[in-house]
């Protein structure tokens, strides 16, 4: 069964960090690439950050420089490290990938980032 499970949310402080996981099972992240999307009060969802199977990454502009998305094969395994937050990155963060057609998703681990 395919599975994604989030975690590491919580709550920090502006121009903090804080490292997301997205464990999966099922399937192995090596081989196929994966997604951290994030939703915010009253927004759409939006994509953050993609690692391929090649490991080549991509970001969207509000968070580059800020964010790395990484892989851990053995752990299969894939990170969200966040640095200097600020207040707008508050979301619901949530993990993606299409093993063998399968639109699969995490439940979403919450990140707040508030004084």
């Known amino acids: 069964q395919v599975q994604l499970v989030e975690s590491g949310g919580g709550w920090i402080q502006p121009g903090g960090s804080l490292r997301l996981s997205c464990a999966a099972s099922?399937?192995?992240?090596?081989?196929?690439?994966v997604r951290w999307h994030r939703q915010a009060p009253g927004k759409e969802r939006e994509l953050v950050a993609t690692?391929?199977?090649?490991?080549?990454?991509n970001y969207v502009n509000s968070v580059k420089g800020r964010f790395t998305i990484s892989r851990d094969n053995a752990r299969n395994t894939v990170y969200l490290q966040m640095t200097s937050l600020k207040p707008d990155d508050t979301a619901v963060y949530y993990c993606?990938?299409?093993?063998?057609?399968?639109?699969?998703w995490g439940k979403g681990t919450l990140v707040t980032v508030s004084a």
């Open positions: 099922g399937f192995s992240l090596s081989v196929f690439g």
């Open positions: 690692i391929l199977a090649t490991g080549s990454t």
């Open positions: 993606n990938a299409h093993p063998y057609g399968i639109d699969s």
